[in-house]
């Protein structure tokens, strides 16, 4: 856990969670995602635990093979929790398509529970980044931008998402680096003044703007997208990931020490 980023009370729920959790299934790792991992969390954000988690090799060669995506949604001791989990498979195929939110859950900083395996995990997944992650940056930051507008522009936090989002993936494609705190991406690409949608987020979920705050950022917030776009065109990632072969036979490997 990291206590710079939750409260001794989110710290607690988040590792009963985990226990109880991780006592269903084999977790691979769990990740913290939404507003603690981008950067603007305000006291009443709900925790996202996203994770990857490995099925019993001997359940998927027999014919009760599971699919689910497990999720826990639930308010324990006044904290919120949304947790959900997918299975390594279609994680890695995810990976390789350029699946951004698969992707953070094994490179991002705030892992709040690791399996021993994911260190081998993660250069082969670092290696996979390929320019396919443009995709998945822009449209979501297109839908996120979408309903800050149809919800007439007042959310400070559908407006950060857009940013974030944005950033992280126009960095990835720099860089080859994840970055999921949108504060450390700001002033590197231009985007200072957005600490005050930092600033007015961290009150609450629902923070509202300003109107002449909104109609400024409504004017600006295409710039976010040529940013990503720019990235892309300079990008030191490959167009496809080089490595499906290697990442494959750690699967392979995977679910023989397994069996």
Do not use: C
């Not at 959310?155 to 720099?174: D, E, F, N």
């Amino acid at each position: 856990m990291n206590p710079q980023v939750l409260e001794a009370k989110q710290q607690e729920v988040a590792a009963r969670v985990i226990a109880e959790e991780e006592a269903k299934r084999s977790h691979l790792v769990i990740a913290l995602s939404g507003a603690h991992a981008y950067g603007f969390p305000s006291p009443d954000s709900d925790l996202d635990l996203k994770a990857v988690h490995v099925e019993p090799t001997e359940k998927l060669l027999g014919l009760h093979r599971s699919n689910a995506s497990p999720e826990r949604m639930q308010v324990i001791d006044g904290v919120e929790i949304d947790y959900t989990s997918n299975e390594l498979h279609p994680v890695l195929i995810g990976v390789l398509q350029g699946n951004g939110n698969y992707i953070e859950r094994i490179l991002g900083p705030l892992q709040l529970h690791v399996d021993p395996d994911l260190a081998s995990l993660r250069p082969l997944v670092a290696a996979a980044l390929s320019r396919r992650i443009f995709r998945h940056y822009v449209g979501f930051a297109t839908s996120q931008l979408r309903a800050w507008e149809a919800g007439g522009r007042s959310s400070a936090k559908k407006l950060l998402y857009v940013l974030r989002t944005t950033l992280t993936g126009a960095h990835a494609l720099r860089t080859g680096e994840i970055a999921t705190d949108v504060t450390s991406l700001l002033d590197l690409y231009g985007f200072s003044a957005a600490r005050e949608l930092v600033e007015a987020k961290r009150a609450g979920e629902q923070a509202p703007l300003a109107p002449d705050v909104a109609e400024r950022w409504a004017e600006q917030i295409a710039r976010a997208f040529t940013t990503l776009e720019a990235a892309r065109d300079h990008a030191v990632l490959p167009e496809e990931p080089p490595n499906q072969g290697e990442l494959n036979d750690w699967l392979l490997a995977l679910r023989k020490a397994r069996l």
